[in-house]
């Protein structure tokens, strides 16, 4: 059971980190992020719009809603100033943390 909850707080940790990289490769919609994230990382779709929502109340994306000829509209992201800046930080931060930890750990694989 430990090992599945670690495991979630581990995604959930780098979450809006892999966001901002797939929008960073140009901008996409939020099914199309879900189900990126999910075959990648193992992430669930239900995790993804609250964080869109909130990256948009952040200012780290725009929206733009497009017409589709198979169902309802789409709403486009993309990152802004704010996200690009954001995406650069975190991306440091991961690395800089992701060395230290695999410093700590050394050839116990």
């Known amino acids: 059971m430990a090992d ?11 979450l809006e980190l892999c966001v901002l990289a797939l929008l960073a490769r140009g901008e996409s919609y939020a ?9 990648g990382v193992g992430m669930g779709e239900g995790t993804i719009y609250p964080l869109m929502r909130r990256m948009q ?3 780290l994306v725009d929206t733009r809603l497009e017409e ?5 509209s789409r709403k486009y992201y993309r990152l802004t100033a704010a996200g690009r800046a954001a995406f650069t930080a975190q991306k ?15 050839d116990s694989k």
């Open 92 to 106: 440091r931060e991961w690395r800089s943390f992701s060395d230290a930890v695999d410093r700590l750990l050394g």
């Open 4 to 14: 599945s909850t670690n495991q979630v707080q581990l995604k959930k940790g780098a």
């Open 31 to 39: 099914y199309e992020i879900a189900s990126t994230l999910s075959a």
């Open 68 to 72: 589709s000829n198979s169902g309802p």
């Open 57 to 59: 109340d952040d200012g």
